[in-house]
């Protein structure tokens, strides 16, 4: 086990495979929104060439163990990114006798999303501020990812209903 706060072994970080801050978003729209209307690219440049596919902690250390003394190690040829904080040595292979079989099944479709907007209009129409969060999920119903920030704004969008009951208004748009 790791010290520290950190995620559980069982845990998957599955936006760090993704290259989103060079391309966010659709990436049949690179550049572009994705909506009705905007011409989308069959093969995507902004799509990885490799597959890849996060694992968690406790999967990937069975892997890395089996290399361990085979090929070279990542600090012998100074790859300080291949050496994370596993009991391991982060060699680049092969083991001898040992093949990996992995099965990755995606879905390779379009499917819609929905933005949740609300205007509060304030008495300066030429200033406005902008609260947001990003309001998705990586899995089925949200359980995981951004809880913290949508708990924050529910309260928020309550509170300023409560204050709008009040006769309240903001100087900037909202």
Known sequence: MLD???RQPSS???GS???INQYPGDPT???YASKPGVERVSHPPNLPKIPSLPISYRDALPLLKT???YGISGRSIK???WIGGLAATYSTGPAPGITLALTNFMEDKITPVWDVIGIINGTNADETIIIGNHRDAWIVGG???PNSGSAIMIEITRAFGELQKTGWVPRRNM
Do not use: F, I, K, Y
Request: charged share 25%.
């Open 143 to 145: 359980a995981a990812d």
């Open 12 to 14: 998957v970080q599955r």
């Open 79 to 81: 790859r300080d990114g």
């Open 17 to 19: 495979v993704a290259s």
């Open 4 to 6: 520290g706060p950190a």
């Open 67 to 69: 290399l361990d003394g």
């Open 29 to 31: 729209t690179p550049g």
